[in-house]
């Protein structure tokens, strides 16, 4: 069995003269089975393995829009490894050049992502350049599997306006920690290398879904216990942020929809209407439709944050002012119709109706008022009233006059004319029918008729004209 492995380097000039190879050497004891070492396992790998996964992580980069993405793999100490920045360089194939790796150290330059990474920590830090200012993510190796790490940290530079936007921040963050866990794979082969890239490249394409607004997208089916997990899970609760968010922007629209329906209805009214906020002092106007601005002859821009105090004047009513204002005090609505000016001081007769508008707390919050200019209706109201008491005064003229000319007829006839009830009780004679009977109309009054015809029998008269 072979122990933990020690690795060392990168050194030049291994294997052979070659100034340009930079290996790794790794060496593990190998035990029997009694826990003697029976032999010494050594490897020596070019860091090109490492250099040719930057690689293609930024091909994936590039991809997605971030050409402007710098890589860096640094030691243990801040020296730099692996220096990949290709729009600097003119490459998207990496190039070693010694001048600076092997020979720069980030941390004693003074770069802060630098020696916050040397001293085990993760995260990400705003580093100012020379003509922009980029965020640089940083991670700390802490080995896979049963190797402990090198102790290497990532970083992984690039403009702020890029790093901010807001799907990129997240992928920011998860870059940052692929390239990390890329120095960690050294020890576990290529195959742990391709399951981790498999497994970033499921999760970028996640996010970059998330962030197109798919908020129904399948998460990758993965279940760790490390950092990947963690970023797994935490895209799970970011999706189900996004779903609530949509729900909540449905349920917005929605509402929306509705409050521009009320108000398209409210702007076809032909009713001015306004609404006061109570909450404040001299009750401030905050909204009117289209029909108030009609009928008072304000636009919107004058009207609104005015008082509602806006349309009195030197006319109106005192006491109608005194009973809206005791409304108001108790919270209940109130119509009255008074004296109002339009812009201009032009007065005209306001039907006003107020109603009260409560929060679901139950605070008085707002009044809704009604206006209605019924200047011209009550005129045509006084004008058909005084047609109509004249036309009931001419008629009751002529009712008189025909009622004198009836009396003048019932009064001269020549023949006997008698009114009676059913029950045959007279009730009027005329002159005739006094002479007739030789009886006064008041004598008369009150008598039954057959009663009176019996007795005119009895004195030999054989027949009555009535």
């Known amino acids: 069995m072979a122990t933990s492995p020690v690795v060392a380097g990168p050194f030049r000039y291994i294997l052979s003269p070659n100034p340009d190879h930079y290996d790794l050497i790794f060496g593990s004891r190998i035990l029997d089975t009694e826990g003697n070492i029976a032999g010494v396992w050594v490897n020596i790998v070019d860091l090109a393995s490492i250099e040719s996964i930057f690689e293609s992580h930024y091909a994936l980069l590039a991809a997605k829009g971030m050409e402007d993405t710098h890589l860096v793999l640094i030691d243990k100490d ?27 150290n980030l941390k004693s330059q003074g770069m802060e992502a630098a020696r916050l990474a040397v001293s085990g920590l993760s995260g990400n830090v705003v580093e100012g350049a020379t003509n922009q200012e980029l ?22 530079n690039m403009p702020k306006s890029a790093a901010f936007r807001q799907s990129e921040r997240i992928k920011t963050s998860a870059i940052s920690f692929a390239l990390v866990l890329v120095s960690l794979t050294m020890a576990g082969g290529g195959l742990v290398c391709w399951r981790l890239s ?3 490249i499921s999760l970028s394409d996640t996010m970059d879904q998330l962030a197109l607004g798919n908020s129904q997208v399948e998460l990758p089916n993965i279940r760790r216990s490390d950092e990947i997990g963690n970023m797994a899970r935490s895209l799970g609760n970011l999706q189900q942020v996004l779903i609530e968010r949509d729900r909540l ?14 108000k398209r209805a409210t702007d076809s009214s032909s009713i001015g209407i306004w ?29 609104i944050g005015c008082s509602t105090e806006l349309l009195n004047g030197p006319g109106t009513e005192p006491e109608a002012l005194s009973e809206i204002d005791n409304a108001i005090a108790a919270g209940n609505p109130v119509s009255v119709t008074l004296t109002h000016y339009k812009k201009g001081a032009q007065p005209f007769t306001n039907k006003l109706r107020l109603d009260p508008v409560y929060s679901s707390e139950g605070a008085l919050t707002h009044y809704i008022a009604f206006h209605e200019d019924v200047t011209e209706a009550l005129a ?3 004008q058909d009233r005084q047609a109509l008491e004249t036309e009931i005064e001419q008629r009751t003229k002529e009712a008189r006059s025909a009622a004198n000319r009836l ?17 045959g009780q007279i009730m009027d004679v005329n002159r005739a029918f006094e ?11 009150g008598s039954i008729i057959t009663a009176l015809f019996t007795l005119r029998s009895s004195q030999g008269i054989e027949s009555i004209a009535i």
Do not use: C
């Open 78 to 104: 801040g020296k730099l490894l692996i220096d990949f920045a290709p729009l600097q360089q003119g490459s998207s194939e990496y190039h070693r050049s010694f001048d600076r790796i092997d020979a720069v």
């Open 135 to 156: 965020v640089v993510g940083f991670a700390r190796s802490k080995g896979a599997h049963d190797f402990t790490g090198l102790g290497w940290s990532s970083l992984i």
């Open 198 to 200: 498999r497994s970033f």
């Open 249 to 262: 922007r449905e349920q917005n629209e929605q509402q929306l929809f509705w409050l521009e329906i009320q």
């Open 275 to 303: 609404v006061s906020d109570i909450s404040k002092a001299e009750h401030p106007i905050v909204y009117t439709n289209r029909a108030f601005e009609t009928l008072s002859g304000y636009a919107s821009g004058e009207i």
């Open 380 to 382: 045509k109201a006084q």
């Open 407 to 423: 009396q003048a007829v019932w009064e001269t006839a020549p023949d006997g004319m008698v009114i009676f009830s059913p029950e």
């Open 435 to 445: 002479r007739l009977f030789g009886l006064k109309r008041d004598e008369l009054f």
